[in-house]
């Protein structure tokens, strides 16, 4: 990613820019980096394995699927607000003629549901059944 990018589109342009997007995420890469440079293996990544609620239409070859019902239905909860936070910010970037007070509810409700799912991922990762954790 070029260094002055989000910068160049407005994105902490002004003001404290360590605490907006740009800052953040440059924080984040460098530690990265520097986690890399400690240990060349270090992957960031939570271990997972790819299940499914149910069977993939497209997909020939068995899959896994969560059939304990818990487990299932707060995955579909997770996809559910996964796909409106989509919807949010494809609305959000794609606004024509709201008003200033339209726009300003799609990214209080985008924000807001992005909170939800991640403490709903947090939820589901912590309830796969054993036969889906990886080894």
């Keep these: 990613m070029r260094r002055g990018y989000l910068i160049e589109q407005g994105e902490g342009a002004r ?9 953040r995420f440059l924080r984040i890469w460098e530690e990265y980096r ?21 069977r993939p239409f497209d997909i020939a070859e068995p899959q896994p699927l969560l059939t304990e019902p818990f487990t ?3 995955a579909e909860l997770f996809n559910l607000g996964y796909e409106t936070l989509l919807w949010l910010l494809t609305r959000f970037f794609t606004h024509t003629d709201e008003t200033r007070e339209q726009v300003h509810t799609l990214t209080e409700n985008a924000f807001a549901v992005a909170e939800t799912t991640a403490a709903v991922e947090a939820r589901l990762a912590s309830h796969v059944p054993p036969a889906l954790r990886p080894t």
């Design 72 to 74: 299932g239905t707060v």
């Design 34 to 54: 520097q986690l890399r440079e400690q240990d060349p293996s270090f992957d960031p990544a939570r271990p997972v394995v790819a299940a499914y609620t149910r």
């Design 15 to 23: 003001g404290n820019w360590r605490a907006a997007h740009y800052g």
